[in-house]
Nanobody, 128 residues
Framework: QVQLVESGGGLVQAGGSLRLSCAPS????????MGWFRQAPGKEREFVAA????????DYADSVKDRFTISRDNDKNTVYLQMNSLNPEDTAVYYC?????????????????????WGQGTQVTVSS
């Protein structure tokens, strides 16, 4: 059974930082684009960041650009989301996601429908 397990969420004050990790089990995703989405209470799930299977290309939502960094360590089969300068609007459940096939070298999907596997989510709460 394939699982994506997120960790690293928690409570942080505005201006602080957190690093989320996503460690798949059941298969490797070293040749798959991977991403992060988030869902705040009463809102739809939204794209946060994506990284190509090659690791050479990344994409970010405008709301997190220059504050968040997505990276991957294929040796560890793990994807990270470094979140800096957090603000209360970043409060949400953060989901790791992976695509089953790799697409192009620079492919970074932004639509949830382009992904096949999802984690259970990790809560990030930013206090003002």
């Amino acid at each position: 059974q394939v699982q994506l397990v997120e960790s690293g969420g928690g409570l942080v004050q505005a201006g602080g930082s957190l690093r989320l990790s996503c460690a798949p089990s059941g298969r490797t995703f070293t040749t798959s684009p991977m991403g992060w989405f988030r869902q705040a209470p009463g809102k739809e799930r939204e794209f946060v960041a994506a990284i190509s299977w090659s690791g050479v290309n990344t994409d970010y939502a405008d709301s997190v650009k220059d504050r968040f960094t997505i990276s991957r360590d294929n040796d560890k089969n793990t994807v990270y989301l470094q979140m800096n300068s957090l603000n209360p609007e970043d409060t949400a459940v953060y989901y790791c996601t992976a695509r089953s096939n790799r697409g192009g070298y620079y492919y970074t999907p932004r639509q949830s429908s382009e992904y096949n596997y999802w984690g259970q989510g990790t809560q990030v709460t930013v206090s003002s």
